[in-house]
């Protein structure tokens, strides 16, 4: 079968991320553009970017099939309109992107939530393939998780979900944002890692963490705390055991319920950690779920890293077809 | 299309019900026999159940097209074997019971676990009708799950699960018979209600509870709970509060992650409870889950009582034929 291009885009809270990928998933160029500050910049940004790869394409000889876009929220797949987002792209609230875009660019345009879109990339492309049941997260400012079910993404009955960030790992535990009481996100998101971070350093002066932000704890990241605990800072080391262990917490109770065959975690925090983090996730869903659910499962980190999203974007015209 | 008959047999702790069941979904005949103490007498009383149907049949001249068994544990359903059990069955731990059967009975034979085989009954006859994506839960001595996604019962990737019993709401809470901390089997299954009020009726001698199964507190029931609380108990109304209230927790975890269109309480506990407990269930779930999730979702008890169990088994053939 002779490859067809498509292109894809990854909306971030900072970032857009562009790609013209092939059908065999090899990345012809990319680019990426600031997300702007309001509607009017981004919508003038995003069109920007989608233009210089249509430049790209053309130039090249280049026949673009389709356009497919990753957002960081709730998606109405249908309508091709954005309902929930978070707060620094708040200005794209109900708004109707695909009718928008499709005023300026005459092909098939698809939208989805960029976790379905992630495992959509890391199935397609990634370590997932071949895999029948797989549950990919995305480990960053929130956790957002794309469910594979028989091959196919699954999406729920009105495109909530899986949100595996809102699962409840303590009833009565940290109250989120969303209203309710112990989400996962709040243990084990980059700020929940932040904020238990300067928890720890208000008592251990002599962390490294404070060298590696010269002592300005606002500078922090998560990339900091893995290489502090690789240089076996004891704050840092403790922040990535207690991370991992939420994690194992709240991806044990998602084993015991899809019984997958593989988990794959991805999301800047995974990029930025080391080897020990996901094995320390492993032994924590080893200790909890069910022996027959985990004798064969396969915990990997996610293998696309920051090009996942646009990767994953630029096929959804293959899924949604079907749909 | 004619009616065609089949089947169904539900095996329990205690006893194991059966009946013959058409394809429109009518009850021929049906019947319940003990299930014994041994694997010895387990068989025979089983064996002997089905030979009473099939006489049945013959005298009434129907013709049986298959059997569907229900088995409380974890089946592999394409061997036919029974892998996890509760204790009160252990001897069927690894037996490969339709090996068995099909020495002595000539008709096809099929098994899955009794959540999924209820989940089936409401889907296929009751009150998931037309629904694509539903979570079904049976409350009794464990907390039980069957999820049809898509309009087929999802059995994961090595026929565990969905054990919605096993996901944890708190990550540190009651250490679970499964090794695993906090299950939601610990807080709100007919064990944990019955813990629960006898810990409370320690400091509260005048409840109607101890009048209801004369001052012998081991004959208490979640049926005598669920009386009391209908008469303003108020060590009953806090057991039964407490229990929606954890059931809630977990099920907006399940919410946010399906995204049902229904979820359907079934069980024992279910059948004893009176309206108020789905509608607490409901209450909580809307405080805790995505507003976009719980919007149109509707929360329902389950029509089929106790019949479920038989009714679901009856057409597993239908269904596993497709798988």
Redesign the interface.
């Known amino acids: 079968m002779r490859d067809e291009f498509n292109i894809g885009v990854d909306i971030g809270g900072t970032n857009i991320k562009y790609g013209i990928v092939s059908s065999s998933g090899k990345i012809l160029y990319k680019e990426i553009i600031s997300s702007g500050l309001d509607r009017k910049g981004f919508l003038s940004n995003l069109r920007k970017g989608v233009d210089s790869l249509l430049l790209f394409a053309r130039e090249k000889g280049i026949k673009i099939n389709q356009i497919g876009i990753g957002v960081p929220g709730?998606v109405d797949i249908l309508k091709g309109r954005i309902?929930?987002i978070p707060p620094n792209l708040s200005f794209l609230k109900d708004f109707a992107l695909r009718k928008y875009l499709q005023r300026y660019f005459d092909y098939p345009i698809f939208m989805d939530n960029d976790a379905n879109v992630m495992a959509l990339a890391e199935y397609k492309f990634g370590l997932v393939k071949g895999y029948?049941?797989c549950i990919c997260i995305t480990l960053g400012t929130g956790i957002g998780s794309g469910?594979i079910?028989?091959g196919?993404l699954?999406?729920?009955?009105?495109?909530?979900?899986?949100?595996?960030g809102?699962?409840?790992?303590?009833?009565?535990?940290i109250r989120c944002n969303?209203?309710?009481?112990?989400c996962l996100e709040m243990y084990a998101s980059e700020p929940a890692m932040l904020k238990r971070a300067k928890e720890l350093l208000r008592e251990k002066r002599n962390s490294i963490l404070y060298k590696l932000v010269n002592r300005d704890l606002n500078r922090l990241k998560a990339i900091d705390i893995f290489f502090a605990e690789k240089l076996k800072d004891k704050v840092a080391c403790r922040v990535v055991q207690e991370t991992a262990?939420?994690l194992g917490?709240?991806l044990?109770?998602?084993?015991?319920?899809?019984?997958?065959?593989v988990i794959v975690i991805g999301g800047g925090v995974a990029i930025a950690s080391g080897r020990n983090f996901i094995k320390m996730i492993k032994t924590e869903i080893c200790?909890?779920?069910?022996t027959?659910?985990t004798?064969?499962l396969k915990i990997v980190k996610a293998k696309l890293g920051n090009d996942a999203g646009f990767f994953g974007a630029s096929i959804l015209g293959e899924e949604l077809g079907a749909w």
Chains 1, 2 share one sequence.
């Open positions: 709730t309902y929930g029948k049941n469910i079910i028989n196919k699954f999406r729920g009955s009105s495109f909530v979900g899986p949100e595996f809102h699962i409840s790992i303590c009833y009565h535990g969303c209203g309710n009481y112990g262990y939420y917490a709240g044990s109770s998602a084993v015991n319920l899809f019984n997958p065959e200790n909890r779920a069910f027959s659910a004798k064969n």
